[in-house]
């Protein structure tokens, strides 16, 4: 029995990573994540809905459900000068819904206790729907208290018997074996660890740039002492430019020629892998986006927060650009200039469902990118 306990309790723990993972991918729109994170705390409740454990599902259900809410909160926010307390709401839930609820974890418990070989195949889609409509009605109290406003208990019952008819609608095209909810269960864990190989990766690759850039100004600074840290800073925002400022000082002073050559070597290198850790997750998230190498030599260069905002940019081309923080057209071109993270500019040229992404930079590298694009996309 403990151990059986202790592999529902992994479960949750598993869960969270899986739901966090969700949360914090910027490729993801806001309504898929709500729809994702319900549908895989359902599937896990339907997990432990199979496991042969009378009457533990009315104590392990609930953790999950509140881990649910956690991660739901975390994308709807929290309210101005409020912290929402994720244990409160399911008990409120509870409270509001409660009774039916409880009711089919009970009958869900009987049926383990005297009919342990039916349990699992004819009460798990109770689960599974009853956690689906649970999660829609906690998505509507979120956002009524996120908006300050009060929601009646018979909304929420109404939205909850809604969602549950449906899920339970779609439960029949379902298969409910052990092995069917685990195998689904490992593809939404694999894709959460997908995420952090590519966060650990592009952190890692991100490091090894910043050291190589440090290098290449001691080098700047150590050939020359007319140059201030904020004109060496200058220096290094090309610094994959060939024709770029620093190429022009390496073949007027053969000494700093010689000391940037293995800098510049693994500064090459470190380009190229970043190069293809974003091609392969741009290729898989973004499908309809197309980018030379020398942009995503641009975006390697970003750092972690702006990064994710311009994914975030990527996400709503890709999918509703309605919401694209468009900041104008560039006049003589069919480009427009998108802001992302403050001062950083992605320039974009939108074509049906292609989108061409021709530049990337940041407010001290506008006019220089104004120029290109307009020398390149001036119509």
């Known amino acids: 029995m403990e151990n059986r306990e202790a592999r529902v309790k992994q479960a949750r723990l598993k869960l ?16 898929k994540k709500i729809a994702v994170i319900i549908h895989i705390s359902a599937l896990t409740c339907a997990i432990i809905a199979v496991q042969p454990i009378p009457f533990a599902d009315i104590f392990i259900l609930t953790p999950i459900q509140v881990v649910m809410v956690s991660a739901l909160n975390m994308i709807i926010g929290n309210p101005i000068g409020k912290k929402i307390n994720s244990k409160e709401i399911i008990a409120y ?3 509001v ?4 609820l409880l009711a089919q974890q009970v009958i869900l418990g009987l049926y383990k206790s005297f009919l342990p070989f039916m349990g699992g195949v004819t009460t798990v889609p109770l689960v599974y729907a009853a956690t689906v409509g649970l999660g829609y009605a906690a998505v509507a109290l979120l956002e009524a208290r996120h908006q300050d406003q009060e929601i009646s208990k018979e909304e929420l019952k109404r939205i909850k018997n809604d969602y549950e008819e449906k899920a339970h609608e779609d439960s029949r095209k379902r298969d409910w074996s052990f092995r069917a909810l685990k195998t689904e ?32 100004a001691r080098c700047i600074k150590s050939s020359s002492s007319e140059y201030s840290d904020w004109e060496v800073e200058e220096l290094l925002t090309d610094l994959d430019d060939r024709d770029g400022k ?4 390496t073949k007027e002073n053969t000494n700093l020629h010689e000391q940037l050559k293995i800098p510049m070597k693994s500064f090459n290198e470190n380009s190229l892998k970043t190069e293809v850790c974003l091609r392969k997750r741009f290729q898989v998230c973004y499908p309809s986006m ?27 081309a890709e999918n509703d650009r309605s919401k694209l ?31 061409e992404v021709v530049r ?20």
């Open 185 to 216: 269960m490992e593809g939404w864990k694999e894709k959460a660890e997908e995420l952090e190989r590519f966060k650990t990766e592009i952190a890692q690759l991100r490091g090894e740039k910043l050291k190589i850039e440090k290098e290449v």
């Open 325 to 355: 923080a468009i900041r104008c057209e560039i006049k003589g071109t069919n480009v427009i200039e998108v802001g992302f993270s403050n001062a950083c500019r992605a320039y974009m040229k939108l074509q049906g469902s292609i989108i």
């Open 246 to 249: 620093i190429s022009q000082l």
């Open 360 to 379: 990337v930079g940041k407010k001290n590298t506008q006019k220089m990118d104004l120029r290109w694009i307009k020398a390149n996309y001036g119509e």
């Open 93 to 95: 839930l509870l409270g």
């Open 290 to 316: 197309h980018y030379s190498n020398q942009v995503l030599k641009r975006i390697g260069m970003l750092d972690e927060r702006q990064l994710y905002s311009l994914e975030r940019q990527f996400q709503f």
């Open 97 to 100: 819904l409660g009774w039916g």
């Open 16 to 31: 969270g990573q899986v739901l966090r993972s969700i949360v914090e991918d910027p490729s993801i729109s806001d309504n």
